[in-house]
């Protein structure tokens, strides 16, 4: 079935690099989040669309961080000047529709790309 | 704000055993409950779900009740097996999901 897809699976890249990653959301799931999960921690919230905007982007850690989804599906997280402090595993999941502007519906996760920076 | 606490593992079992994960919870107003399983290799998978105090989840032999007196979601398991070895996530939701740490589960034949 055609799950939520993320690439690449694994990223290296040195410090002080630009990195992007992308999701491609299930289709006809017009919700896409974007979690951080860091070695033994669960993961962490970073930023939400409903459609083509970002409803909440609260969990950005700082402006190295950027997100996009233009056209309402596929998204991408992009990375500036990136930290050791950034390896991480970077997941998606999307959703139906939210209702309310709350997170009502199943969120459905993708594998993940694995981030290290050297 | 909101914050997830479950039990630190791993919790190393024998097939068969009884599983207890106890989670309990901080956050405003009534938020709903989830257990998220991690499977080696695998992408996170949401496990069950309660909306509301005292709604029951269950899911594969997995159950969670929703405590709204103790905020807590403890999830049990009767007979445990080898299969179910993985990651376990606690995780409410208000507005996003917020997660607890995990807890890692190995079931020995």
């Known amino acids: 079935g055609a799950g939520v897809s993320q690439t690449p699976s694994n990223k290296v890249t040195e410090k002080g690099k630009y990195v992007e990653l992308r999701c491609d959301p299930i289709?006809?799931?017009?919700?896409l989040y974007w979690y951080r999960q860091s070695l033994g921690q669960g993961p962490e919230f970073l930023i939400y669309f409903q459609g083509t905007g970002a409803a909440d982007d609260s969990g950005l850690p700082n402006d190295r961080f950027f997100a996009v989804r233009p056209e309402g599906s596929v998204s991408t997280l992009k990375i500036q000047r990136t930290e050791r402090g950034d390896s991480a595993v970077y997941l998606c999941?999307?959703?139906?529709?939210?209702?309310?502007?709350?997170?009502?519906?199943?969120?459905?996760f993708g594998p993940g790309t694995r981030l290290t920076v050297l | 704000g909101d914050s997830v606490t479950q039990m630190e593992g791993p919790v190393t079992l024998s097939e068969e055993a009884f599983l207890t994960i106890n989670c309990t919870y901080t956050?405003?107003?009534?938020?709903?409950l989830f257990w998220y399983v991690q499977y080696p290799g695998e992408g996170l998978q949401l496990l069950l779900k309660a909306t509301k105090a005292d709604d029951k989840g269950s899911n594969k032999g997995f159950e969670a009740t929703y405590r709204k007196e103790t905020t807590s979601f403890h999830l049990e398991k009767g007979s445990v097996q080898v299969s179910d070895s993985a990651v376990y996530f606690c995780?409410?939701?208000?507005?996003?999901?917020?997660f607890g740490k995990g807890t890692m589960l190995l079931v020995s034949p």
């Open positions: 995780a409410l939701r208000s507005s996003t999901l917020t």
């Open positions: 956050a405003t107003g009534y938020p709903s």
């Open positions: 289709s006809g799931h017009t919700a």
């Open positions: 999941a999307s959703s139906l529709m939210v209702a309310g502007g709350r997170g009502t519906n199943e969120q459905f």
